[in-house]
């Protein structure tokens, strides 16, 4: 099938449409909000394994993989329509008037989250379901009363297409205005500019690389009225084996940490790529181990040609470095449209004096850092920049031999994770899915779990209102039975 | 008393300082936080009349607004003291382990919210205390765990020394580190565009001008690490009178606006600078009796030369646009030092066509806007600005006759009053004061109550944890009380 680029004329269409949406959809309530999201993951459903298949031909990506990942995405919709349906999400604030208070009497006031605008969402490459048409960044704004419109990804435009039939369905079942959610294509980057550089956008979503999402970024704060970015966008998630534990469990790490380094083909934004650890007897038997288990991976078809080409580039430059040598690789070369697995290692004074050894290597990849002693080590540990993921092995005895670490990583990353690996984004309250730059552009928000709805409102105070113009949200009655902070104490009054 | 401005050198060694600080401070208790703001709210209490006396003489103001700014700016000390003392601010969230889960395990998974790092904040001139060196943006961010580097205003250095000295001794008397709050001068901008390239700068607080803002605005985000800028820039506050209830209600409410209009020579961000209604013979009432009290109020000496020089530069070019007319102004003319009140009025038509129109006038002036007729109306409201408030005076009834008002007002302002004045802002949980670009450039986040700490704090996971490594807001048996979403449900467990 061929999709064919919006033009100009359209994406202008497009939003004034989205425009048109908002001011109706911003004002639908929870309930009626969460049929809609809960429609899409049943239309999503209904498309059963024709939209496996697609997926599948389009990403190379296996079957199993694309079930889960559709568990996931099904997963989320629903997982949304009850955050929305429960409606304490809206931080509601009341302060109830003082008439008598001197010197001057203090207003009724009260507040709430209500959703910012129309927002673009650029899909995903890596999760053609998960982070795409109906993925995190779509489900969490549509959630938070904010009309979408999806870029699809050229390299899964059918998948997308599919998906975006699904939420047309839902939209008509649930009686939601016409441009609720709206689906474009794009095969460059001019219509991806022309959706962001429109007055009426007011939010963009994105997953895919830091020249890419800085583009955006860049563009987005450069209009005559800037907006926030959300672009998730670069990051090698650093593992830092602590030398006593190493010692003691070298081959059971590097086991695990061979599985994780190439899970899909190593196409996860949390995918470690780069390990940091002291010279020791450890240290070898680990990198022994790791090389002896990535000999044994098989190349794997990467989600297109575009990533497969790239990954090669990287690697070639990342293995051209000084100081970086090979520790193994997958015993089979593959063929060029395959990811080969692969383990380097390289001195800590080069990897602290050449920042090229410190970008991402998208693909089954990791670099073991060797540091000679203590003050190496976090010298490298120092040096990081931001983070999704900073994951520790280590027995917890032994963190008392580096005391300042896990101070110094809190700094580095969104997420931390002692003794496990950073791959698997557990979708729940308390994940957050986010880091310092480049990791994201905004480090405080999450693109995973209910706290994702927040990057998709704003605050907005209402002082003096009587209950019959505010929204329900913050109603005397309270009659939507929400959490609220009534004169500074929290409860469901 | 002179100050000397910072040298790179200077201000290189105040960010080294602060980032050391950082590192401990951070992790201070919230009882410990607590003890420090309190002390810095008696310290300043503490300066007496010698406080009040000098900032009398750098900036015009009248001895009880500025004994009033002072309550105002040790009670939001004390506010946050409370607020981080409780500690429940940190939007704990737990979700606890499943190893059995089918197909995968699910990881004990916690986060809370940490601090950012070194915030520099820029003195505000028109709140010598409330939103300068102890104002609302050091304080919350103080609060949050971020040390803090003030620029003083260089039109009340000693008012700003004098609360740094407080400061200083607060951090003296509960043992805080060194850097946790700096002090420095810059009479230019050299010195302010240092602090924010410098790349241990971690976010921005400023409030001032468009020019200004933006200016750092862009700086923040062209920097190799992009940072998070709290700029409050620009807002005419526009009054919406309905026409019914002018018509029975034009003196009284006109009496009411003169009052805000003027109040503190006009100097506040929340000045209503836009009044628009529809004509009638309401209106015309409304618009002689606005004359006739504005030119009753003298006009006053202005914060500095500077803004006073701006005031008559941007009242003369809004008077020279087309369709403009001065409805009244005060009966003396008053100096050059001084702002003298004005409001004039002008056609709709010319207010849709000319952006002029739109801009603030920093002081003592309201510009009428008379539409026609409904449509004409409607359009004016629909081409404002982003602002940080918008005023509606109607009776509640009228509303039915502009049902989409509102619906459009909270898309352009952060916080929408009924039958009130912008002027006045409550410092409570429910205040927001932000609002769309121009009026902020992050329509996220309040500066104004107890959420304006958040700007200054991102979220971090904990995964696989125990108890012994994790901070005490998140470990199991809540040894601080706090409210806590723990596997899904609020509450203090």
Redesign the interface.
């Known amino acids: 099938m061929k999709y064919t680029d919006a033009t100009l004329q359209e994406t202008s269409e497009v939003l004034n449409e989205s425009h048109i949406a908002f001011?109706s959809y911003k004002?639908f309530s929870g309930k009626k909000k969460a049929a809609f999201l809960r429609a899409i993951a049943d239309e999503i459903e209904a498309l059963g394994n024709d939209l496996v298949h697609t997926t599948m031909k389009e990403t190379n990506l296996p079957e199993a993989r694309i079930v889960n990942e559709r568990g996931r995405t099904t997963s989320h919709c629903r997982m949304f329509a009850d955050l929305v349906e429960d409606g304490?999400w809206v931080?509601a604030?009341?302060?109830t008037a003082l008439p008598d208070r001197m010197p001057?009497p203090?207003?009724d006031?009260?507040?709430m989250l209500?959703p910012?605008?129309p927002v673009v969402v650029f899909g995903a490459a890596n999760f053609p379901l998960a982070y795409s048409t109906a993925g995190g960044d779509t489900v969490s704004a549509l959630a938070a009363g904010c009309p979408v419109i999806v870029k699809a990804h050229p390299a899964h435009a059918e998948t997308s297409a599919m998906v975006a039939g699904a939420i047309q369905k839902a939209m008509e079942k649930t009686g939601m205005p016409k441009g609720t959610f709206q689906h474009v294509f794009g095969s460059g980057f001019e219509v991806g500019q022309t959706l962001v550089k429109h007055p009426l956008t007011k939010a963009v979503g994105f997953t895919g690389s830091l020249a890419g999402g800085k583009a955006l970024?860049?563009l987005a704060?450069q209009r005559p009225?800037?907006i926030?970015v959300f672009a998730e966008m670069s990051s090698i998630n650093p593992v830092i084996l602590l030398p006593e534990t190493l010692q003691r469990d070298a081959e059971t790490t590097a086991s695990k940490l061979a599985g994780s380094i190439t899970l899909g083909v190593g196409q996860f934004c949390t995918n470690p790529g780069l390990i940091i650890a002291i010279e020791n007897d450890g240290l070898n038997r680990f990198a022994k181990a790791l090389a002896q288990e990535i000999e044994k991976v098989l190349p794997g078809n990467m989600l297109h040609q575009g990533i497969a080409d790239n990954y090669a580039t990287k690697l070639k430059q990342a293995l051209a470095q000084k100081g970086v040598s090979v520790e193994g690789q997958s015993a089979e070369e593959g063929n060029t449209s395959q990811g080969r697995p692969l383990v380097a290692s390289a001195p800590a004074e080069e990897f602290i004096k050449n920042p090229l050894l410190a970008e991402e290597v998208f693909g089954p990849f990791s670099l073991i850092i060797r540091c000679k002693h203590r003050d190496e080590f976090h010298a490298v540990i120092n040096r990081l920049h931001?983070q999704l993921t900073a994951t520790v092995v280590a027995d917890?005895n032994e963190?008392s031999n580096h005391k300042?670490l896990?101070?110094?990583l809190?700094?580095k990353?969104?997420?931390?994770?002692?003794?496990?690996v950073p791959t698997?984004v557990?979708v729940?309250?308390?994940?957050?899915h986010?880091g310092?730059?480049?990791a994201t552009?905004?480090?405080?928000?999450?693109a995973v779990g209910i706290?994702a709805i927040?990057r998709f409102?704003?605050?907005?105070?209402?002082?003096?209102?009587?209950d019959?113009?505010l929204p329900d949200e913050l109603k005397s009655s309270n009659p939507l039975g929400i959490?609220r902070?009534v004169n500074?104490q929290?409860g469901k009054n």
Do not use: H
């Not at 729940?428 to 957050?432: H, L, S, V």
């Not at 409102?457 to 209402?462: E, H």
């Open positions: 001011l004002n304490s931080e604030r009341i302060d001057s203090k207003p006031i009260r507040k209500v910012i605008g970024f860049d704060n009225e800037p926030p931001g917890e963190f300042n896990l101070n110094v809190i700094e990353a969104g997420r931390l994770i002692l003794n496990g698997g557990e729940c309250p308390a994940m957050n986010g310092p730059y480049p552009t905004d480090s405080r928000f999450t706290d927040k409102a704003r605050p907005v105070s209402f002082q003096n209102f009587s019959d113009l959490w902070m500074g929290w």
